[in-house]
């Protein structure tokens, strides 16, 4: 490795997206979801989640939040403006109790956020998808691709965030014990394998001090999949949201979804 900004175990890259529709969407570009009325997934007994979905074609990219994110998340708006401007199918919504989803975020378990994103993936989208998820929602991504292996045709994590031991920011919480013993009922780093067998792309900062980056190296030593992949950033920290880490996280979707259609 040399001494620049990044260093990168494998680096994918930069296909077009294949799309043949992708002008159908160019008039879209420049604008965002952040400021717009959410769309809501009713749901019998649940709380409603609030949603922001793009049409387009297939693969789609589902984007999933961080602990405590929203939808305005610098990552979560460069990956809807990457599928706007290639006229890729995109969604990305709040977990129950999270932004302007209903329900008690102090109530909410990890669980409950697993079933949030179980019911976007099979109402929201059809066909195969490349997950995105920003530390918590790498968690949350490994859990629905051992849900969903038939359609989950890649996975992106930033800051991969799979316990609860990390420091969930400067802002004090008081989140319930039963929060932290729910979590653990999810946990991957107890296996000695994770049964995720689609392509893999693990980002992390160096100067994380949320999650340390030696974590992106514990999930990759037990993913199944043979295709995983590693970029680390030498002065990047938990939010990997500079201008060059943002580049490398659509290079990186970029890359599975030219691999899923050269295999397809």
């Known amino acids: 490795m040399d001494g620049g900004g990044l260093w990168s175990l494998c680096l994918e890259g930069k296909a077009l997206c294949p799309c043949s ?4 969407y160019k008039y879209l570009i420049g604008s965002s979801s952040a400021n717009m009325a959410p769309s809501f997934l009713s749901r019998q007994g649940l709380p409603r989640l609030a949603y922001h979905r793009l049409p387009g074609c297939s693969p789609g990219v589902v984007f999933l ?8 998340n610098p ?10 401007e290639t006229g890729r199918a995109f969604v990305s919504f709040d977990y129950r109790g999270c932004g302007e989803s209903d ?14 994103t179980l019911s976007v993936f099979d109402e929201l ?30 996975l992106v994590a930033t800051g991969v965030g799979v316990h609860f031991t990390f420091k969930a920011g400067k802002e004090p919480l008081l989140m319930q014990w039963g929060f932290f ?21 693990l980002l992390h900062g160096l100067r994380d001090k949320t ?7 514990e999930v990759a030593e037990r993913l199944q999949s043979a295709n995983v992949h590693i970029t680390l950033f030498k002065g990047g920290e938990h939010g990997l949201d500079k201008e060059e880490e943002l580049s490398e996280l659509v290079g990186a979707v970029r890359g599975l979804l030219a691999l899923v259609a050269q295999e397809g």
Do not use: N, Y
């Not at 008690?104 to 956020?113: I, T």
């Not at 979590?183 to 392509?199: K, M, N, T, Y």
């Open 21 to 24: 529709d992708a002008l159908l």
């Open 65 to 72: 939040l961080g602990f405590r994110s929203t939808r305005a």
């Open 75 to 84: 990552k979560c708006q460069r990956m809807e403006q990457f599928c706007r």
């Open 103 to 116: 329900g008690c975020f102090e109530e909410s378990r990890l669980g409950d956020w697993k079933e949030d």
């Open 125 to 154: 989208t059809s066909g195969p998808q490349i997950l995105v998820g920003a530390s918590m929602g790498g968690w949350l991504m490994l859990l629905v691709a051992l849900e969903r292996p038939g359609r989950v045709a890649g």
């Open 181 to 201: 013993e729910e979590a653990e009922q999810h946990s991957l780093l107890e296996r000695p394998s994770i049964g995720v067998s689609c392509p893999v792309r």
């Open 211 to 217: 999650v340390p980056w030696q974590r992106a190296l």
